[in-house]
Each structure stands twice: as C-alpha cells, then as structure tokens.
C-alpha cells in the first residue's frame, strides 16, 4: 500500500517568501505529526494532529508557522514570512494509536 | 515538559562487538519507539515497545523497555557495517493519543 508522501521533495524560496508543505498520510492513520530536522540534528516537534484537530501545536516556534488538517486526510504546513532559520528538511509521520509513526521522505527547505 | 535523552550521541565500534544504547524519559510512558535513519534518508520503524518488560529482537538488535525505571536500551550484538546508522528513540507520554517526542540520537559507525 502507499506510504505517508510529501511534496515537494525539495523547495528554495525567498527569504520572506510564503511557502506551503504538503503531507498525505497513510489511509486510515488518525494520528499526524509534523517534525523539523536540521542538518546533522534529531527532530523537533512541531505539531501533532488527531483527525483534524491539533491538541498539541506547543512546537510550532512562532507564529509565522501554521498547520491544518483536513478530516483524516491531508496535511498543510504553512510557512510565512520564510527566514534562513527555516531551512531544515520537514518530516511528516501519521500512525494510529499504540502503533509507532510511519514517515514520508520528506521536504528539503532552503531559503535564500 | 517530556524530555528524551540518548547516550551515547557518538559511538565508534568494531565489527564483532557488542554494544548498548540508552534511552532515558522523564514522564510516564508506556509507548516507546526505536527508528533508524540512513544519511539523507528518513526514518524507518525498528521497534515497537508497548509494556514494562517489553523485549523485541530482529537480527543483531535487540530493544528492551523498563517503564519503571523509565528506561530502554538498544543492544547491538556481533556489530556489521551494515548497521552503521544513526539510530532515534521516540516517547508518547501517557497511554492516550499524543504526539511522539525523539531523543537527538546516537550515531554509530562501525569499521572493518
């Protein structure tokens, strides 16, 4: 079956630029999560959804950062205002409960 | 604040040696993850560990879980170059639906 995927696999933006990250999780996973890894670092978390409500967003770093979730669908992670900070590779993961969190490939932020 | 801690973040093995991992937590948990992840790969599910006691083995690894003393470790018996990888554990506090906290995990190289 399909696995958790990602798109873009790669981004260069403006710094300043808006950018938008897609995750679709695996079919019937009511658990998403996005992280944050940048280079040669673990990962940060970001924020957690359940269905489509996120009782857990205490990772998300400012508030030029959002996430939304449709149903138990797609995942947005929205960036504004990009700064060189931001540049990482962005992980999603979607999982059920008491299973452990499948990850996509990935997107590879760089803002220039 | 759940805090995940891995030691070591470095190790250096030969092959045919055996070797330990430790993950320590600081909140009750009773779902602990160990992932593998490849360099500029994501991250791919080893073991699921879901009880006090809980022991889990494929291959040369073997992941164990003390909810009690809030620790797992990962052994590595009669290491191989192939398991040259940097290795995460993972924590969902609580027994209910939450998000995963990694630690910064341990990156091990093995030589000839």
């Known amino acids: 079956g399909a696995g958790v995927s990602q798109s873009p696999s790669n981004k260069v933006t403006e710094k300043g630029k808006d950018v938008e990250l897609r995750c679709d999780p695996i079919?019937?996973?009511?658990?998403l999560y996005w992280y944050r890894q940048r280079l040669g670092q673990g990962l940060e978390f970001l924020i957690y959804f359940q269905g489509n409500s996120a009782p857990d967003k205490s990772g998300l770093p400012s508030d030029r950062f959002s996430a939304e979730r449709t149903g138990e669908s797609v995942s947005t992670l929205t960036i504004q205002r990009t700064q060189q900070e931001d540049s990482a590779v962005y992980l999603c993961a979607s999982g059920k409960l008491n299973t452990e969190a499948f990850f996509g490939q990935g997107t590879r932020l760089t803002v220039v | 604040e759940l805090k995940v801690e891995q030691n070591p973040l470095f190790l250096s093995m030969q092959e045919g040696k055996n070797y330990t991992i430790y993950c320590n937590y600081s909140?009750?948990?009773?779902?602990l993850y160990w992932y593998r992840q490849d360099p500029g790969k994501s991250l791919e599910s080893l073991f699921v560990?879901?009880?006090?006691?809980a022991v889990k083995q494929e291959g040369r690894l073997m992941a164990s879980l003390d909810t009690k003393a809030r620790l797992s470790t990962l052994h590595i018996t009669a290491a191989v170059h192939d398991l040259s990888a940097t290795y995460f554990c993972a924590v969902a506090p609580g027994s209910s639906a939450s998000k995963i906290i990694f630690g910064s995990g341990t990156r091990l190289s093995i030589r000839p």
């Open positions: 909140t009750t948990s009773d779902r």
């Open positions: 560990l879901l009880s006090n006691g």
């Open positions: 079919s019937g996973h009511t658990a």
